[in-house]
């Protein structure tokens, strides 16, 4: 009998983490966690990847745009990321969540906290909107809007930056999975075949 390795190698997470991806609308946050999301699940791991717009639909319908109404929809969120991470969950969180003080209180709470900042110029991100919402901020039909009427805090120290108009959504993607390994929240374990 000869052992072979499966070369299709598997990961182990190790404990729950959240990865709290936060940017401009439209700079590639939702794109990257769906990528994530997928290599996750291919590994069999535990992981749920909570967005922005569906999130807001079913957790804070009943909130709205101002300052406090966005701080307290960040804190909800962070609930739910702290009780799933400490399950032993990864968490990819993709937020907008654009004031500092409100991304600092949800590493405080969770602990296993990456913050992960979707970097990208205010006109790429104009570019990349197929909804429409820039166009219609800067025409005044959308007020509060982050980045044109409301401004964004971008992190002062995210453990990973992830530049949206020089990588492609995968090397962003590889770049924190790599990131995960490195610090011992992923281990790589090979599975054998007897033949």
Not at 145 to 164: K, N, Q, V
Request: glycine share 8%; net charge positive; hydrophobic share 40%.
């Amino acid at each position: 009998m000869i052992e072979r390795e499966n070369k299709a190698a598997k990961y182990k997470l190790v404990k729950g983490v959240v990865l709290w991806l936060t940017g401009l609308p439209c700079s590639g946050k939702s794109t990257i966690a769906g990528i994530l999301e997928r290599m996750a699940r291919e590994s069999n791991l535990k992981a749920e990847f909570l967005d922005g717009d569906v999130v807001r639909q079913s957790l804070s319908h009943d909130l709205g745009f101002s300052r406090e109404d966005r701080d307290a929809h960040i804190k909800r969120i962070g609930f739910v990321c702290q009780l799933l991470a400490r399950n032993g969950v990864m968490v990819f969180a993709s937020f907008v969540s654009p004031y500092r003080e409100a991304r600092d209180s949800n590493r405080h709470l969770i602990g296993a906290f990456v913050e992960i900042y979707v970097s990208a110029s205010v006109e790429a991100c104009e570019r990349r909107d197929v909804k429409g919402l820039y166009k219609k901020a800067r025409a005044g039909e959308i007020q509060g809007f982050t980045g044109i009427s409301d401004p964004y805090e971008p992190p002062l120290h995210p453990e990973i930056i992830c530049e949206t108009e020089k990588e492609a959504p995968e090397e962003s993607a590889a770049k924190i999975w790599n990131f995960l390994e490195q610090k011992g929240y992923l281990v790589r374990r090979s599975h054998k075949s007897i033949i």
